[in-house]
Every structure is written in C-alpha cells, then in structure tokens.
C-alpha cells in the first residue's frame, strides 16, 4: 500500500490526533508538526515521545540546527522544515542534513538539490526503508 511506501504522509501540530490516528493504523507515517514558538531545545526534549507515533518532525525552519537534527535523526526521526521559501534558507538546512522541506518555490530547492533530486515515489521508498532499518536497530 501507498502508506508502507510513504507515498501518503500525515502530518499534524495536534499530537493527540497523531496518536489516535497511530493506533488505528501503525503503517502510516506521521509527522509531528512544531509551532513557530518551540525552539530547538524544546523540541528534542520531546524526541522519545514523539518517536512512540510518528516518523518525524516539522519544525518551523528558523528553529532548525545541527542539534535537533542530530537528535532527530538518533531518534529515528525524519526531519521537514516548513515553509522555506529562499535559497539561502534553503542551502543552509540542507548543509545540515534535513530530510526534506516545504517550500513554496519548488523549483527553487530542485536547483539547489541539482543532480541529488530524484524521483518523489523512489525518494518516499527509499526514506520508508531507512527509517524501518533505524528503527530495527535502533
């Protein structure tokens, strides 16, 4: 199915809604969305909880920095930025090795991503079986 590929994703700021929507389907993967007031700090201080139902993290992009995303990703935790909408915003959240981000400027990120931008449904495939081996050894 579309969800063990990761070709659908859920995301949402209300953790209860993760939770609930976890417990009817463990397959799906879910990302926990962060309000622009959660600072880094606050957000790996959530980490363990967070990883119990969800694949990631979507923090607001100014909170993003080599500490949440190296915690995130210890954690087993994707990490997605919103909205990043220039370039230099863009460069620096990749040079720290974000998973993914929303943009409005698509193109924008394609470019910068240049020859590392592949196909969305391999891209979404190859993250689900990243996170599974993570995940298994832990």
Known sequence: PASVRWQVVIQSFS????????RL??????????????TSQDIRGRLADIGAYAVGIGPVFAS??????????SSCLEVHP???????????????????????????LEGLLGGRAGPAKANAAKAARAADRCRRTG
């Open 15 to 22: 953790q209860a809604s993760l939770e609930k929507i976890h």
């Open 25 to 38: 389907d463990p397959s799906l993967p879910l990302v926990q969305l962060h309000p622009f007031t959660e």
């Open 64 to 73: 993003v920095d080599g500490a949440l995303v190296s915690a995130a990703h």
């Open 82 to 108: 919103y909205t990043v909408n220039d370039g230099d915003g863009m460069g620096r959240l990749l040079a720290l090795g974000v998973d993914g981000m929303f943009t409005n400027f698509p193109g924008m």
